[in-house]
């Protein structure tokens, strides 16, 4: 077995604030992350595959990086998380929240998917590795 490991680009506001939280409570848990604000993220996609004996390759490149692309990249990418992705309704946009929303999103098109990490800034990268339910 071989993992291939690909790696995407997307820019997106997003504001941390949880729904049982009053404003100041939120404001004191998430910091200034509570205020409006956007990233450069990364996205890893991680399938895993057997190599063909023919050309060598685990998992199609192309056709991944058009899953990832339709899937994923264009509903999030230079869009506010909370209020125009309908597929995060509800979700707190943390990095955690994000890579378990994003697997929901690329699993059922991606069966060989082992993880998705999201990378929000220099020192935070969150994985997922599909244990339990992910919210899509």
Known sequence: ???LTRRYHFSAGHRLESPHL???ENALVYGVCH????HNYYV??????????VTG???DVGALDEIVERELISRVDH???ETTVPE???????GESLARAFWGLLAPRLPALTRVAVVETAKNRF???????APV
């Open 1 to 3: 077995m071989v993992l």
């Open 22 to 24: 009053t404003a100041a």
């Open 35 to 38: 205020r409006p604000h956007g």
């Open 44 to 53: 890893e996609v991680t399938v895993e595959g057997t190599p063909d004996p």
């Open 57 to 59: 390759m685990a998992a």
């Open 79 to 81: 869009r506010d998380l």
């Open 88 to 94: 995060l309704s509800g979700v707190i946009t943390t």
């Open 127 to 133: 994985e997922y590795c599909g244990e339990g339910d």
